[in-house]
């Protein structure tokens, strides 16, 4: 096996490695340096709505139970809380408190400025092209799965249209 292929897994890990590295120094300088790795992916997977701790693990790939354990460090910290779900009261949903909003809204000021670094590295056209790249579906399953964006959308529309 050749230890020196660019396999497209490694490429990718490195370069979601290289931009958690700059987010977590970033929230070490803002207040927010208590947010582990761990809980960073589980934070962000709340997308700004509430969800289950089932759904976070499905979307996570952990257990429930690593799932509980993140979220109850999370609320011991301030950044989310339980609630009751609407639907089901026996449904425990995970949400952002007022410092988990605070700690998003800084997160996405530094993912911002990632991209930014990024763009001015590989300029504007390759930056476009790789968010393009990186938001196209790569199987014919996923291609029903994943949410679609307005731009998605209208493209789709445009095609069936023509």
Sequence with gaps: ME?????????????SEWV?????ANAARN????VTPAMSRLLANLLGRPLGLSELARRLAVSRQAVHKLASEAAQLGYV???????DARIKLLRFTEKGWDMAESAEQQLDAIEAEIEA????ERMAQLKQILAMPWSADEAEKLPRTRASAARQRGAEAG
Aim: proline share 3%; net charge negative.
């Design 31 to 34: 207040g927010y340096g208590d």
């Design 20 to 24: 958690e590295q700059r987010l977590n």
């Design 3 to 15: 230890t020196d292929k660019l396999f497209l897994r490694r490429l990718l890990q490195s370069r």
């Design 121 to 124: 590295q590989i300029g504007p």
């Design 81 to 87: 809380e339980f609630v009751d779900s609407e639907a």
